[in-house]
């Protein structure tokens, strides 16, 4: 039990004082641009799934 305690201790001490945080700033910064990036993966695999069903359905009417 004592070692699981120590962990604990040790593991708050280090995120107190040994890890460096970022800014205010630089968090506000990369935010932006994970959601930047977010919006722009949606919109590529939205229009995937538009043209590769609108293919799909003009391959279907083919074979009615």
């Known amino acids: 039990m004592n ?3 120590q962990y604990i201790q040790e593991s ?3 995120l ?3 890890v460096s945080w970022p800014t ?3 968090l506000q910064s990369s935010t932006m641009v994970v959601l930047i990036a977010t919006v722009i ?3 590529l695999v939205w229009g995937m ?4 069903n609108s ?3 003009n391959f ?3 074979f009615r």
């Open 41 to 43: 993966v949606t919109l």
């Open 12 to 14: 708050y001490h280090e």
């Open 49 to 52: 799934d538009i043209v590769s």
């Open 24 to 26: 205010w700033e630089e």
């Open 16 to 18: 107190l004082h040994k």
């Open 55 to 57: 293919v799909l359905q």
């Open 60 to 62: 279907y009417k083919l």
């Open 3 to 5: 070692k699981i305690i």
